[in-house]
C-alpha cells in the first residue's frame, strides 16, 4: 500500500498568507462602521491580546537567548588564538563590514523614507512615550555599555551592557578551558535550549502575524502599502550596495581578483543560502566550492565560514537598520545622531551572537529597537514580509563570508589563483 507524501507548507510561505489575509481582514474592518463588537471585542479584545501575546513572547526570548548565544560565540571566539593573525584579521573583517552594513542602511533608510506618511498613532496607545527621554552625550553613551552590575542589567534588558559582560564571560570560558568545562556546557546546553524554543515560538507566528497585521489595517486601512513597499526595496537596495560594492570592492583592493567571475562561481551557494535561509546550512557547500573554484585553503576556510556563520550577519544588520528608519518614522519618533551610533554599536555587536538560523533576526531586532526606545510594535508589520527578505539577506550573509575568506587566505599565502583562474 502506497501512501502519498503530503507537501507541507513552510513557515515563510505561512507568514506570507497569514500577512496577506491579516491584510485583507483588516481593511475589511476599517471599512465597516463604528460598533461594540468590531472595536472592543474584535480589534480591541481578540486581535490585540493574541498580537500582543505574540510580542511579549518574542520579547521573552531576547535577554536569555541573546546572552547565551553571545558567551558561547565568543567562547568560540576564544580559539581564535590558535590562529593567530589569521584569526584576529578574519574577526577585525566581519566587524568593519558589519558596522558597514548597518551604516549603508542607515542612509538608504533615510534616503528614501519608508515610514513618512505612515500613522502609527492608530494602534500606539499602549506604548510609552520614548520621545521625552533626555538625549545623552557620546562620551555617556559609551560609559554605559560598562555594567556597574551584570545581574542587573539582564534583569532590567540593558542589551548594551548584557553584550559586553557575555562577551567577557566567553572569552574567560576559552580562556580557562577544561577548567570551566562544566560552565562552558552549560551554556552551550541553554543556547541549544533557547534556540529550541526560538523555534517553537516562530511557529506561531503566523497567527502573531496575522492578528497585528489585521489590527494594524482596521486602524490605517490602505495607507500602509506603501510604507511597506518602500521598506522592502529599502532593504533589497542596501543588501545589493553591500553585495556588489562593498564586498565585490574589497575583492578586488585586496585580491585582485575579478569579482565578476567570483560572483559567478559562487552563486550556486548563494541560491542555497537563498532557498534554506540558513547560514548554517551552506557551511560544507561554501567551503567545498572555495576550495575548488577559488583555490581557497581549506586550512583556512574551515574556520573563517563556520566563524562566518556565527559573527558575519550583515544582512540582518542591513534589515534592522532600515527597520530602525520605518520604525522611528511610523512612530513620528526623532533620532539623533546619538542614537544612530547606537544602533550601529547594538547591531554590530549582536551580531556576533545571531544564530545561523531562519528569522532570529527578528529577535534582535527587538533588541536593537529597545536600545534606542522605538515600540516593538512595528515589528508585526515587518515580520509579514521578513521572510521573503530573509532569504535575500542569507544570501548575502554567506558571500561576505566567502569574501573575507578568499582575502585572509590571499594575505597568507593560502590561495592558488590558478585554480581560479581556470574555474568553469
Known amino acids: 500500500m502506497s501512501l502519498k507524501k503530503e507537501k507541507k507548507i ?42 500582543q501575546g505574540f510580542i511579549k513572547l518574542m520579547k521573552m526570548l531576547v535577554v536569555p537567548l541573546v546572552f547565551c548565544s553571545l558567551v558561547c560565540g565568543s567562547m568560540a571566539i576564544g580559539d581564535t588564538k590558535k590562529l593567530g593573525s589569521v584569526g584576529v584579521r578574519t574577526i577585525l573583517f566581519y566587524l568593519f563590514t558589519t558596522a558597514l552594513a548597518i551604516t549603508v542602511a542607515l542612509l538608504v533608510g533615510n534616503l528614501i523614507n519608508p515610514g513618512t506618511g505612515l500613522d502609527m498613532s492608530a494602534i500606539q496607545s499602549n506604548v510609552t512615550n520614548v520621545g521625552s527621554t533626555e538625549a545623552t552625550t557620546l562620551t555617556e553613551t559609551i560609559l554605559n555599555i560598562i555594567p556597574d552590575n551584570p545581574i542587573n542589567s539582564l534583569a532590567s534588558g540593558n542589551m548594551l551592557q548584557i553584550i559586553v559582560f557575555a562577551l567577557l564571560v566567553g572569552v574567560i570560558l576559552a580562556k580557562l578551558g577544561e577548567k570551566t568545562e562544566t560552565v562552558g556546557n552549560f551554556f552551550s546546553q ?30 490605517i486601512g490602505f495607507s500602509a502599502f506603501l510604507p511597506l513597499g518602500k521598506y522592502m526595496m529599502g532593504v533589497l537596495l542596501a543588501l545589493a550596495i553591500q553585495c556588489l560594492f562593498v564586498y565585490l570592492g574589497l575583492l578586488k583592493l585586496f585580491t585582485g581578483l575579478n569579482p565578476i567571475k567570483f560572483i559567478k562561481n559562487f552563486f550556486p551557494v548563494m541560491a542555497f543560502a537563498f532557498s ?35 559573527i558575519n550577519m550583515d544582512g540582518t544588520a542591513i534589515m534592522q537598520g532600515v527597520a530602525v ?16 551610533i547606537t544602533v550601529i554599536g547594538t547591531a554590530t555587536l549582536a551580531s556576533i551572537g545571531t544564530a545561523g538560523i531562519p528569522s532570529v533576526g527578528l529577535v534582535t531586532l527587538t533588541m536593537v529597537f529597545n536600545s534606542v526606545g522605538l515600540p516593538v510594535e512595528a515589528i508585526g508589520m515587518i515580520m509579514g514580509i521578513d ?12 558571500t561576505g563570508d566567502a569574501v573575507c575568506t578568499t582575502i585572509v587566505a590571499h594575505q597568507n599565502k593560502a590561495i592558488n589563483r590558478d585554480v581560479f583562474i581556470n574555474s568553469k
Open 10 to 51: 513552510g513557515l515563510t510561505t505561512k507568514i506570507f498568507i497569514a500577512l496577506l489575509l491579516g491584510a485583507i481582514l483588516g481593511i475589511v474592518l476599517y471599512s465597516l462602521p463604528a460598533s461594540s463588537i468590531k472595536d472592543d471585542i474584535i480589534i480591541e479584545g481578540i486581535l490585540y491580546v493574541i498580537g
Open 387 to 398: 521572510r521573503i527578505l530573509d532569504m535575500t539577506r542569507t544570501a548575502v550573509n554567506i
Open 190 to 219: 541553554f543556547n541549544d535550549i533557547m534556540m529550541e524554543m526560538t523555534m517553537m515560538i516562530m511557529a506561531i507566528a503566523p497567527i502573531g502575524v496575522f492578528c497585528l497585521i489585521a489590527r494594524t489595517f482596521a486602524g
Open 276 to 310: 534554506t535561509a540558513t547560514s548554517n546550512a551552506t557551511i560544507p557547500l561554501s567551503i567545498d566550492t572555495l576550495a575548488k573554484k577559488m583555490g581557497v585553503s581549506k586550512r583556512i576556510s574551515s574556520f573563517t565560514i563556520p566563524l562566518g556563520a556565527t
Open 325 to 340: 528608519v520605518f520604525a522611528a518614522q511610523a512612530f513620528g519618533i526623532n533620532l539623533d545622531i546619538t542614537d544612530y
